[in-house]
């Protein structure tokens, strides 16, 4: 995996990223660094990721447990360090799953499998952040 990151001088402080997969990603700063907030900041996309990582694992799981998923949404929230390097410090997932016949059990044991055996990117914060998940099941 790779990925090739360009900045774009006319935005101020924009940058463009391309994917090994071929997929293109753009990044801006606040505009008190000099962005122009034109896209998201490079840690919200890590962030972000994250989130989709463990979502993706969290459905994944449920679907080979013959579970009828319908929808799974993921509210991420996070501190960071308050001096350079600003790491995340403490990061919360919330799901919210919906399908027929779905279980508070069955969601949580899929959310726990993704915390401490799937999620790379998870796991990988974990090793500076304080990771908590609370899960809601829906209609």
């Not at 907030?37 to 996309?45: D, G, S, V, Y």
């Not at 694992?57 to 929808?71: A, W």
């Not at 915390?115 to 099941?137: D, G, N, R």
Request: some cysteine; charged content about 20%.
């Amino acid at each position: 995996m790779n990925c090739t990151i360009n900045w774009m001088p006319a935005t101020g402080m924009g940058f463009s990223a391309e994917t090994s997969s071929g997929h293109l990603l753009t990044m801006d700063g606040a505009p008190d660094g000099g962005g122009r907030n034109l896209a998201p900041r490079p840690m919200e996309t890590v962030l972000a990721g994250a989130g989709a990582c463990s979502a993706y694992d969290v459905v994944l799981i449920l679907k080979r447990g013959r579970f009828d998923v319908k929808g799974c949404q993921v509210v991420v929230t996070s501190e960071r360090a308050p001096a350079d390097p600003k790491v995340f410090t403490k990061i919360n997932m919330h799901f919210v799953v919906s399908g027929p016949g779905l279980s508070q059990a069955a969601v949580e044991r899929a959310v726990r499998l993704s915390h401490e055996k799937y999620c790379s990117a998870s796991i990988m914060l974990a090793k500076t952040a304080e990771i908590t998940t609370s899960v809601e099941l829906t209609d």
